[in-house]
């Protein structure tokens, strides 16, 4: 059974850059049949998938995000990284990291609050 760990700083001001990790255990991140992904959840709102990568496919990212957002990974170490740049207020959220084996699987990890404050 995978386990997911995410890690951030927790409170980031407006137009900076916010680095998370998602640690892994429980799994090898090189398995070509996962879809390693990060996924969050605004206050009072739903949902929101940002993005994945998967050793098959790549990355691959929601258009809305796209353009501020980058995942990558560290197989050796079994850590997942997700970059967002010019950070926004809408920005503010609860930051989850996934794991996908389709039709088998799912794990995800307890999240790690984002504050977007000055």
């Known amino acids: 059974q995978v386990q997911l760990q995410e890690s951030g700083p927790g409170l980031v001001e407006p137009s900076q850059t916010l680095s998370l990790t998602c640690d892994v255990s429980?799994?090898?991140?090189?398995?070509?049949?996962?879809?390693w992904n990060w996924i969050r959840q605004p206050p009072g709102k739903g949902l929101e998938w940002i993005g994945y990568?998967?050793?098959?496919?790549?990355?691959f990212y929601s258009p809305s995000l796209k353009s501020r957002m980058s995942i990558s990974r560290d197989n050796s170490k079994k850590t997942m990284y997700l970059q967002m740049n010019n950070l926004k207020a809408e920005d503010t959220a609860v930051y989850y990291c996934?794991?996908?084996?389709?039709?088998?699987?799912?794990?995800w990890g307890q999240g790690t609050q984002v504050n977007v404050s000055s």
């Open positions: 429980g799994g090898s991140m090189s398995n070509n049949k996962y879809f």
């Open positions: 990568i998967s050793s098959t496919y790549g990355t």
């Open positions: 996934n794991s996908i084996r389709p039709v088998a699987a799912e794990s």
